[in-house]
């Protein structure tokens, strides 16, 4: 029977319910069971990433954001600029920002070990980009400017970190390291560029900075053990370059310029010009000066100095 059945005996009511009701019950049960268990494990595993893409052509510019998984983007076209932002835990992927035309970029990446920041400006007229990166163990910056613009560069990093920077009017760079750091600028030109360079290391450190037209150039590098600095002037400039070292340094100036190196054991130092050179070279053990002058003005020299 599908309803259900009072039976009166021995004063004891009884209520018999069908077996289909059961099996119902049971099945629903389990269904809405699975459901929810279904729910929740979808809702703990769901991981949301965020990605953030901007680009503008014309006059217009795009900037773009990207947090978590993947680094951000933005770019523009034109007269337009673009700037972008990317930061993750560990390895990061650098925010990259550009501008073609009169526009310029700027790029920003930080990560925890190792973070690259590249900005860069390009165009046929005046652009000029920037560049930064910072890491904790390998930090590379990177800035570079075509046309009429110029670049600047910065880079540190725990043990390796390294600067460069580039252009038509002029360049400076830094690069500063726990164990070897190495800084280089270059300006060159057909007018008149300059550079300078600066490299500080605990071990090996180098410095080196040249001007080619009309500039100057000048270069200092310092370092624990062995320092090493040069400074030249291509054309009608001059050059002073300074070497300092624990164990060996020399020195190198060239170009109507002078030069001198400091060293422990074994220092050197080189000056030479067309009017005139001074050189200087003092070292605990072995010291050599040169100092030599040529052409139809005057030039003298100092034969050096050996404690």
Partial sequence: TKKAILINGCGINTLHIPMATHKFVSIAFFVLLGLGICS??????????????????????????????????????????????????????GGYGSGGGTGGGAGYGGAGEHGAGYGGGGGGGSGGGSGYGAGGEHGAGYGSGGGAGGGAGYGAGGEHGGGGGGGSGGGAGYGAGGEHGGGYAGGGGGGSGGGAGYGAGGAHGGGYGGGEGGGSGGGYGAGGEHGGGYGGGNG??????????????SGYGSGGGAGGGAGGEHGGGYGGGS?????????????????????????????????
Avoid: D, K, Q
Avoid at 236 to 249: C, E, K, R, V
């Fill in 40 to 93: 929740a494990t979808r809702a703990l595993l769901t991981l949301e990433g965020g990605v953030g893409y901007g680009a503008g052509h014309g006059i217009g510019g795009g900037g773009g954001y990207g947090g978590s998984v993947s680094g951000g983007y933005g770019g523009g076209g034109g007269s337009g600029g673009g700037a972008g932002y990317g930061a993750v835990g560990e390895h990061g992927i």
């Fill in 275 to 307: 009017g005139g050179g001074v050189g200087y070279g003092s070292g605990g053990e072995h010291g050599g000066g040169y100092g030599g002058g040529s052409g139809s003005g005057e030039g003298g020299g100092h034969g050096g100095y050996i404690p």
């Fill in 236 to 249: 009608g400039g001059g050059g002073a370059g300074y070497g300092a070292g624990g164990a060996g340094g």
